[in-house]
């Protein structure tokens, strides 16, 4: 795919990794940009691993397989590095974003000698006191579109709160903490990424 981007999600079950995928690809299809959003289908009980993808680009998208050679891959559950090889075909110019409370150093060991960019995002810390609940779909979607680049924060968090004020129109409540949930895992990955910038200075 030619100056698009390809995202490969891992999540169980009933944590809203597919959700965040489609969520997503509306999104970015709301800035005028050409999207798929998909997951790949398998026994999809609570708990069980899944995956799901996302295309993104300026352009047409004429390719319909699944995602193997990845730009950016989210771990929404960090206990599928034990089971699952996420970095499997990611770039080496690409990222990976894990939902953990561990520092980068603590879980390279588990990525199989990737040598690309890994970012770590509390995203059941920011849920949970953004929503008072664990549901880190929404944090770890603002941190692909922060740490990807592939919609300007604003324009994110605008199209966003319309597509959350339609999903959740029964249960308007949660907006808001949805909305903070993004916000903040802005927040933290911008200051993340300036670190990084800085060190590499």
């Known amino acids: 795919m030619n100056n698009g981007l390809e995202i490969r999600w891992h999540g169980r079950g009933g944590q809203g990794a597919k959700t965040a995928a489609l969520l997503l690809a509306d999104a970015a299809f709301k800035t005028g940009q050409y999207v798929q959003g998909f997951p790949e289908y ?32 989210m771990v929404v559950d960090e206990t599928l590095l034990y089971s699952v090889d996420v970095a499997a075909g990611l770039k080496e110019d690409g990222a990976m974003i894990i939902n953990t409370p561990k520092t980068r150093k603590e879980i390279l060991p588990l990525l199989n ?53 339609h999903k959740f129109a029964k249960k308007p409540e949660v907006v808001a903490g949805n909305m903070q949930a993004l916000s903040k895992t802005f927040e933290v990955m911008e200051e993340v990424l300036k670190q990084e910038i800085r060190k590499s200075a």
């Not at 799901?52 to 998208?61: D, H, L, M, V």
């Not at 995602?67 to 950016?72: E, F, G, K, S, V």
């Open 42 to 73: 398998g026994p999809e009980r609570m708990g069980a691993p899944i995956t799901a993808y996302n295309r993104i680009g300026k352009e047409p998208i004429r390719v319909h397989s699944n995602i193997y050679h990845p730009d950016l891959v």
């Open 113 to 165: 000698g990737y040598k690309g960019s890994v970012y770590t995002v509390d995203a059941r810390r920011i849920s949970e006191e953004t929503l008072g609940k664990n549901f880190p779909n929404s944090p770890m979607l603002a941190a692909a579109v922060a740490v990807s680049g592939v919609m300007e924060r604003e324009a994110f968090l605008k199209e966003m709160q319309g597509l959350y004020e």
